[in-house]
């Protein structure tokens, strides 16, 4: 079955300190990433996806970046952290084609201060 | 840009009442999905529906696609206090990606 990690769950950052989330997905291969933002008690901001390795595309301009290194990895990063940048992230994957569901990772909480 | 609306926000309602959350658009998706999400944790998939009109049910929970698959609605039968949690609907744009809704947030009390 097919089973996908994020961690860490919680983070406290320094604002201008670097940032790494890591999420991985196991028993799929060739899948769809996702990075988003949630505010509290909100829907989902998508940040970044991925189709395939080395292949980003970015939503929304920002301060964060993301990169695939692997075929199952997806990582979000910062060089400088802002305070705005604190919230809830969800690492997800999907199937290429059809008309299935994401699979979302369990979120890291992330606390600039 | 297609967006989705949710309403209401926010829903408190006692143990066994009936509820209908309402996920609006001017757009037309191709197919649509709602999660339910609990505080700390990521979205889990509840259904999908693509065909317009088309009904599906989940136990309580009944789940419709609009006829011109611009809208979709959540009805719960006698809610339970395990439904309590914040309710998303998706639907998938032209361009393949999801776009969420804001979200329901339901509290159900015992």
């Known amino acids: 079955s097919q089973t996908i990690h994020q961690w860490p769950a919680t983070l406290v950052q320094p604002v201008g300190s670097p940032l790494s989330l890591e999420c991985t997905v196991e028993?799929?291969?060739?899948?769809?990433l996702y990075w988003y933002r949630q505010a509290a008690g909100r829907g989902l901001q998508l940040l970044f996806y991925?189709?395939?390795?080395?292949?980003i595309s970015s939503e929304v301009p920002q301060n964060l970046s993301a990169s695939r290194p692997q075929d199952r990895q997806f990582i979000l990063s910062s060089k400088k952290l802002l305070l705005s940048d604190s919230g809830f992230y969800l690492c997800?994957?999907?199937?290429?084609?059809?008309?299935?569901?994401?699979?979302f990772g369990s979120g890291t909480r992330l606390t600039v201060v | 840009t297609q967006l989705l609306e949710q309403s209401p926000q926010f829903l408190s309602i006692q143990e066994g009442e009936n509820l209908t959350v309402y996920c609006n658009s001017s757009s037309v998706f191709s197919s649509l999905q709602w999660y339910r999400q609990e505080p700390g944790e990521g979205p889990v998939l509840l259904v999908t529906v693509v065909t317009g009109g088309e009904v599906k049910k989940l136990k309580r929970l009944t789940f419709q696609f609009g006829d011109a698959r611009k809208d979709s609605s959540l009805h719960i039968t006698a809610a339970q206090p395990g439904d309590t949690g914040l309710y998303l609907c998706a639907g998938r744009s032209n361009t393949g990606k999801l776009i969420f809704g804001q979200g329901t947030t339901l509290q159900v009390k015992p």
């Open positions: 997800a994957w999907s199937v290429v084609a059809g008309d299935y569901g994401y699979t």
């Open positions: 991925s189709v395939g390795i080395g292949q």
């Open positions: 028993g799929t291969s060739n899948p769809n």
